[in-house]
């Protein structure tokens, strides 16, 4: 039996470690956002795959929740004395992915083989595969104006004011064979929707039509986890976002943004009292992911109420 993962950053790849844990090396197949995805210094740099490389390969910097630990920064002291300004923190060891990224790229090869490479040179045995080999480029509308992604997340701390999310690029884009495979796949059990962002990491996946037919047609559960506990976000700004946009920050609203796909919602025992209001089954427990324990007691306990509703 086989599990797909949807997923963007840090909270998508936390659950992703646990559930990877819970079910046997080569069940599981994690289908990442690509729209944070960005160049810089002509190199290609895909955050939320790399997340998920460097968390399912034990190489992740766990405070810092991207990049990879022990890393050192000599090549970003380096340009910065010449007069570079880095913004955007780039290791040495995270670097040289990059490089080989973006020179495997201009040979003509595929993104979702890059990454494959990567993750067996890694030895990780779930499958990480982007949510296109297209590009997509989340764009954010603010009060200061239009902001790649990046350049809001990051440069500018996610300060401005949202106004609109869009997916440049999303609406003529396609998946790719390997995550239409994966989502078709005789032996799937369920695809578990990581809490992850709805607005800037789940909805670019779900921007990509062939993506979302392929979820709406699905034979298994869809089951998903909320990135709220209570009204705030573990790390990021998703209830900021929510409040920017006239949305309430709760159980109910999460519910609410992925109404008609999910078919039931995971919430924390801090909002058990949403569950009864809510249009579809919804399930409390402990969402915090703080160690790996966490990450593995939530994958299971995912994974169980999807097979119950499986049966
Ligand atoms: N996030 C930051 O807040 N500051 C950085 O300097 C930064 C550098 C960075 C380098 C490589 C990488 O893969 C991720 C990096 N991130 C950084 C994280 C990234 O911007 C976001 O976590 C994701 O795009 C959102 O999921």
């Given at each position: 039996?086989?599990v ?6 840090v909270g998508?790849a936390?659950?992703s ?6 079910l046997?090396?080569d069940?599981?197949?994690?289908v990442v956002?690509?729209?944070d995805?960005?160049?810089?210094l002509h190199l290609?740099i ?5 997340t998920?490389?460097?968390t399912l ?17 000599d090549?970003?002291g ?14 040495d060891?995270?670097?040289?992915l990059h ?9 003509g090869?595929r993104l979702t ?12 045995r ?5 949510m296109?080999d297209?590009t997509?480029?989340?764009?954010v ?9 990046q350049e809001y ?10 106004r609109?999310i869009r997916f ?8 790719t064979?390997?995550?239409?495979a994966a989502?078709d796949?005789p ?12 607005y800037?990491s789940?909805?670019p ?10 979820l709406e047609?699905?034979r ?6 909320s990135p709220?506990i ?5 790390k ?10 006239g ?6 609203a999460?519910?609410?943004?992925y109404?008609?796909l999910?078919d039931?919602l995971?919430i924390d025992?801090?909002?058990a ?6 249009p ?9 992911m703080r160690?790996?324990?966490d990450?593995?007691?939530l ?6 109420r999807?097979r119950?509703l499986?049966?």
């Amino acid at each position: 039996m086989t599990v797909v993962a949807l997923s963007g950053g840090v909270g998508g790849a936390k659950l992703s470690l646990g559930l990877y844990r819970a079910l046997p090396a080569d069940a599981l197949q994690v289908v990442v956002n690509t729209g944070d995805d960005f160049d810089l210094l002509h190199l290609r740099i895909c955050p939320d795959l790399d997340t998920a490389l460097y968390t399912l390969g034990d190489r992740e910097h766990r405070e810092q929740g991207w990049g990879r630990r022990d890393e050192s920064w000599d090549l970003m002291g380096t340009l910065e004395s010449l007069g570079e300004p880095m913004w955007f923190k780039l290791g040495d060891a995270d670097t040289a992915l990059h490089v080989l990224r973006t020179h495997r790229l201009r040979s003509g090869i595929r993104l979702t083989e890059v990454i494959d490479d990567v993750r067996r040179q890694f030895g990780i045995r779930a499958r990480i595969l982007p949510m296109t080999d297209c590009t997509v480029a989340t764009r954010v509308e603010t009060d200061d104006g239009e902001l790649a992604f990046q350049e809001y997340f990051v440069r500018r701390r996610c300060e401005p004011r949202v106004r609109a999310i869009r997916f440049e690029g999303a609406a003529t884009a396609h998946t790719t064979a390997e995550v239409l495979a994966a989502l078709d796949a005789p032996e799937l059990e369920a695809i578990v929707l990581c809490p992850s962002n709805p607005y800037l990491s789940i909805d670019p996946l779900l921007a990509v039509p062939d993506l979302r037919a392929a979820l709406e047609k699905r034979r298994v559960p869809l089951i998903a986890v909320s990135p709220l506990i209570g009204n705030t976000a573990v790390k990021g700004p998703t209830a900021k976002i929510m409040a920017e946009l006239g949305v309430a920050s709760s159980a109910t609203a999460i519910a609410a943004h992925y109404a008609g796909l999910i078919d039931a919602l995971v919430i924390d025992t801090i909002d058990a009292q949403h569950a009864a209001h809510l249009p579809i089954p919804a399930f409390a427990t402990q969402t915090l992911m703080r160690t790996l324990d966490d990450r593995v007691r939530l994958a299971e306990f995912v994974l169980a109420r999807a097979r119950e509703l499986g049966r």
